[in-house]
């Protein structure tokens, strides 16, 4: 059964901060992983997705990367800005279906 | 750009009723899925659907639920009797039939049981 742990849980920094958010996942065997960003109360906005031959995606100011022999990923943020604040997710797929399975994300503050 | 869909934005329901959600998936996807949220807590996966059929499910989705594709378009979730641990956000999914690609999800509907 995949589990995703991503950390920190919760990270506050001050506008213009290049920052590195972490996920872990059990199981290597994916083909591809998600980010997400979730704003309070809101739905779930796709990111990026990586493919598992692939070692980094980039968009805009994201940058995401993908270990998948040690079970990692991580999502860069670069210059980060007030509008960054929210909650990101890290999804791996897996079982036949190849659905999802979400971690507890990090929530990121952005002080201007 | 396509998006899929999801109505209401809301319910509220009383305890013991049935409800139904509903979903339209993106034209010429393949593969339909359900999660749900409750509030403060992780995304969690519900049931998968393909080819008109259950693929998988997790143990959250008990006999009190089931899902249908009643026309070419809209999936549905249906929770027979509603618990107040019902109270979650509702994400429909759905993907392509290609392996490396990714679910888009809808707005999700906030299910509230009193």
């Known amino acids: 059964k995949q589990e995703v742990t991503q950390i920190p849980a919760a990270l506050s920094v001050p506008e213009g901060e290049n920052l590195v958010l972490n996920c872990s996942f059990t199981?290597?065997?994916?083909?591809?992983l998600q980010w997400f960003r979730q704003d309070p109360g809101k739905g779930l906005t796709s990111l990026l997705l990586?493919?598992?031959?692939?070692r980094e995606q980039t968009s805009g100011r994201l940058n995401a990367s993908l270990d998948k022999s040690s079970g990692r990923s991580t999502l860069y943020i670069a210059a980060s800005q007030p509008g960054d604040s929210a909650t990101y997710l890290c999804?791996?797929?897996?079982?036949?279906?190849?659905?999802?399975?979400f971690g507890s994300g990090t929530q990121l503050t952005v002080l201007p | 750009e396509p998006e899929v869909t999801q109505t209401p934005s809301h319910q509220v329901t009383q305890m013991g009723q049935e409800v139904i959600l509903r979903c339209v998936p993106i034209s010429n996807h393949l593969y339909f899925y359900w999660y749900r949220q409750i509030l403060g807590q992780k995304v969690e996966f519900l049931v998968s659907?393909?080819?008109?059929?259950?693929?998988?499910k997790s143990e959250i989705f008990d006999d009190q639920f089931s899902v249908e594709r009643p026309d070419g378009s809209n999936f549905t979730l249906k929770i027979r009797s509603t618990k107040l641990e019902d109270s979650a956000m509702y994400f429909c999914?759905?993907?392509?039939?290609?392996?490396?690609?990714?679910?888009?999800f809808g707005p999700g509907t906030r299910l509230t049981v009193l």
């Open positions: 199981d290597s065997a994916i083909y591809n």
């Open positions: 659907f393909y080819n008109n059929e259950i693929s998988e």
């Open positions: 999914a759905s993907r392509s039939g290609r392996v490396y690609n990714e679910q888009f």
């Open positions: 999804a791996p797929p897996s079982g036949s279906a190849r659905q999802l399975t």
């Open positions: 990586i493919q598992s031959s692939q």
